[in-house]
């Protein structure tokens, strides 16, 4: 089928599938395959063109070669949005070194890739989109599904992807994919600028032919580098460091990504200085590491966050500072607090105006060892002090997971306590919106570097179950559990049909408490009382505060294919996820515990989070609520 001896004549979406299956990342000289496999849902805007490339993978043998080309492994999934939250999934647990590709037809199907992509761009995580897009010949217009848009005709629904697209181009010609592809292999492979790339594919392009030179296909290796700290910068951090009294190192989610968790390890042993870490930097040292102080901002430790409050310097490692990490810019009290980030994204580096270390995590970590030398220790006071509050937390953790009574229905912490009995470090917990990334932040005993996966840049609803297939997937013979309330579940529980199909053998564990209990909390505390958080039936006032609603989420599991162990009791739950733990099909462990009405039992939070009150209601309680409020708004700083 060559035109030439150095051509091939192949459809864009054939050429594109080729040279997606010829891509490979190598970081410190381990090579992984950049693009592992596509995950779609065929309609006519990708069917002919994507789908027909993806059947064809691996049956094509081009010149020199005497084996068909390597393979594009295919997924069917249920739901666009859930297709994304997978492949996020394997790429976090992949390190960013390996990612999956989306593909979806036109209209509908593009535009509830949205949520997915911005939840993959706001993590600084690599996914490839490529929804089909309308006709670009335009030879009946409109087509199926397409918007129009009167002062623009080259506008399509896929162009709602761009604000949360790290690269986005529409491939309108043929000869436009190799920049395109090109481009984004470049911005997936980049830790300082990954997230969701799209290509937008109108469907009559997908299915054109063009004679495509050889070296398009060529095995191409995108080298992740190891980024380096000016040396002028440096030496400014070894003096802030070496003149701080009561360090603190916060731990982000560039630790994990970066593989720099031995790095941190070794500059908390040599220095002593504690650290806390965000949702997404969690498990960067162990729970039971002296150094290891827990979770920090609002939904931290009191021990992390009384340490923030008196830090003279704050060294952050890979975060983003967010609002929840810096407790909507009200934890960091001292009046002499400075701030040292190191970071592989001058974006992030420059926050709280820090002195800025731009490198790559473990890079950074390990030169400015190197700087420090063997002379730069905190006080023997500062240690003895953070290890005695870090006693005191553990005392309120096993307090918040013990149960007096192993016969009664658990609180959510107890659930967790149940988990937390349960698990080793293989064990990998995943959760993402609701109460339980704060009862998670507080109290998870992270054993090992990758067990805590709280997605918390986009807390997306519905992340939780796609994303254990995803991290299977990266991870195979791990468990792999899915933590979600019911809330969460009734967002997005059609990759369960994936799972069982699948045969990966996620744990899904689904907490009933008949409403949305986190939003509830927040509501009454900012003098909304509770309304609309609640799943119960109208009361003759049309208030939702009638009876609980019947609705039974483990029936629902179950005809979806799924193994369900119910649990009504702390017992129960102790021997239903120990059954689930070795099972080797998709299991769901179901157990109602508290009411949307009732507190979680863990311990309050230990910072505040900025979520405006009315300024003026007629309704006491957000008249009280108000005057709180306008109290707590006072400590907040900027940190110039």
């Not at 744990?507 to 900012?526: D, F, M, P």
Request: charged letters at 20%; aromatic letters at 6%.
């Amino acid at each position: 089928m060559s035109s030439g001896t150095n051509t091939r004549r192949l459809t864009v979406a054939q050429a594109l599938v080729a040279f997606l299956a010829r891509q490979y990342t190598e970081r410190d000289g381990r090579r992984h395959r950049l693009i592992n496999a596509t995950w779609g849902i065929f309609g006519h805007g990708n069917v002919a063109g994507l789908g027909q490339a993806l059947l064809e993978s691996g049956t094509t043998v081009l010149p020199g070669e005497t084996l068909p080309g390597p393979p594009m492994p295919y997924i069917q999934g249920r739901n666009e949005q859930a297709m994304v939250h997978a492949a996020v999934g394997y790429a976090r647990q992949s390190r960013r070194l390996s990612a999956h590709a989306v593909t979806t037809s036109i209209g509908p199907g593009a535009t509830n890739l949205v949520t997915g992509a911005a939840l993959a761009t706001v993590n600084r995580l690599p996914v490839l989109l490529l929804p089909g897009d309308v006709f670009a010949t335009r030879p009946a217009d409109p087509v199926l599904q397409q918007l129009e848009v009167p002062y623009a005709g080259d506008v399509s629904v896929n162009d709602a992807l761009r604000p949360v697209s790290r690269y986005f181009d529409r491939v309108t010609r043929p000869e436009a994919l190799i920049p395109a592809a090109l481009q984004a292999m470049r911005v997936l492979s980049d830790p300082a600028e990954t997230g969701a790339v799209t290509l937008a594919l109108p469907q009559d392009v997908q299915a054109e032919a063009y004679d495509w030179p050889e070296d398009f296909f060529a095995e191409r290796v995108w080298r992740v580098c190891r980024p380096r700290p000016d040396l002028d910068t440096l030496d400014a951090a070894r003096r802030a460091v070496s003149g701080a009294r009561r360090p603190l190192i916060v731990a982000g989610g560039g630790v994990h990504h970066s593989e720099a968790e031995q790095a941190l390890r070794a500059f908390a042993d040599a220095t002593g200085i504690p650290v806390a870490s965000t949702q997404a930097g969690k498990g960067s040292l162990p729970y039971d590491h002296p150094c290891d102080v827990g979770g920090i901002g609002h939904t931290g430790t009191a021990t992390a966050d009384e340490l923030a409050r008196t830090a003279d310097l704050v060294i952050g490692v890979g975060t983003r500072w967010s609002d929840f990490t810096t407790a909507s810019a009200t934890l960091f009290q001292n009046p002499g607090v400075r701030f040292l980030n190191i970071n592989i994204t001058s974006f992030d580096a420059h926050k709280m105006a820090g002195l800025s270390l731009v490198a790559d995590a473990r890079t950074g970590l390990d030169e400015l060892a190197g700087a420090l030398g063997t002379r730069t220790r905190v006080e023997p006071a500062y240690g003895t002090e953070y290890a005695d509050d870090k006693e005191r937390w553990e005392y309120r953790v096993g307090a918040a997971y013990e149960a007096d009574d192993p016969d009664v229905r658990p609180t959510q912490p107890q659930v967790l306590g149940a988990l937390d009995a349960l698990v080793t470090g293989d064990d990998i917990v995943i959760n993402a919106a609701g109460s339980l990334p704060g009862d998670l932040h507080k109290l998870w005993r992270a054993r090992s570097s990758d067990q805590y996966h709280v997605e918390y840049g986009y807390s997306c609803m519905g992340y939780e179950i796609p994303a254990a297939i995803g991290v299977a997937m990266a991870a195979p013979g791990r468990p792999v559990w899915a933590l979600v309330g019911d809330g969460t579940y009734l967002m997005n529980p059609t990759e369960i049909v994936t799972a069982v199909q699948e045969n990966i053998p996620i744990k899904v564990v689904i907490l009933q408490n008949h409403g949305y209990a986190s939003i509830g909390g927040l509501s009454e505390s900012v003098g909304a009382e509770r309304f609309g958080t609640a799943y119960r039936y109208r009361a003759p006032d049309r208030t939702y505060t009638g009876a609980p609603l019947p609705v039974d989420l483990a029936a629902n599991a179950a005809s979806l294919g799924m193994r369900v162990v119910r649990a009504k009791t702390v017992r129960d739950l102790h021997e239903a996820l120990a059954v689930a733990r070795e099972a080797d099909v998709p299991t769901c462990v179901y157990v109602e515990t508290e009411t949307a009405d009732t507190v979680s039992g863990a311990p309050p939070a230990q910072a505040w989070w900025d979520v405006p009150v009315a300024e003026t209601a007629t309704r006491p309680s957000a008249v009280e609520a108000r005057k709180e409020y306008d109290r707590q708004v006072t400590a907040r700083r900027r940190h110039l």
